[in-house]
């Protein structure tokens, strides 16, 4: 049985990629599969001639992982980088 696609609740604007790479992107997304809770998903998106979607490429994190990832940031003081 296939996948469900998950349902996206919100989406952030991109993050290009690198100079290398100028067709792929991440985009930023907050989804949900069935049966599980919300994720922040982190994913490359293409753009080209052959092919124009989401690939496998990326991470998803649930909420508590975020704020850890952020947790580990402030304490290598870089919490406020903007």
Do not use: C
């Amino acid at each position: 049985m296939a996948r469900r696609p998950p349902v996206v609740h919100k989406r952030y604007e991109s993050l290009p990629r690198n100079e290398k790479y100028p067709l792929q992107e991440f985009r930023v997304r907050v989804i949900q599969y069935p049966n599980s809770e919300k994720l922040f998903d982190i994913r490359e998106y293409v753009t080209s001639e052959q092919y124009t979607d989401y690939t496998p490429k990326g991470i998803s994190l649930t909420l508590a992982q975020v704020k850890h990832l952020f947790s580990i940031l402030e304490l290598e003081g870089l919490g406020d980088m903007k």
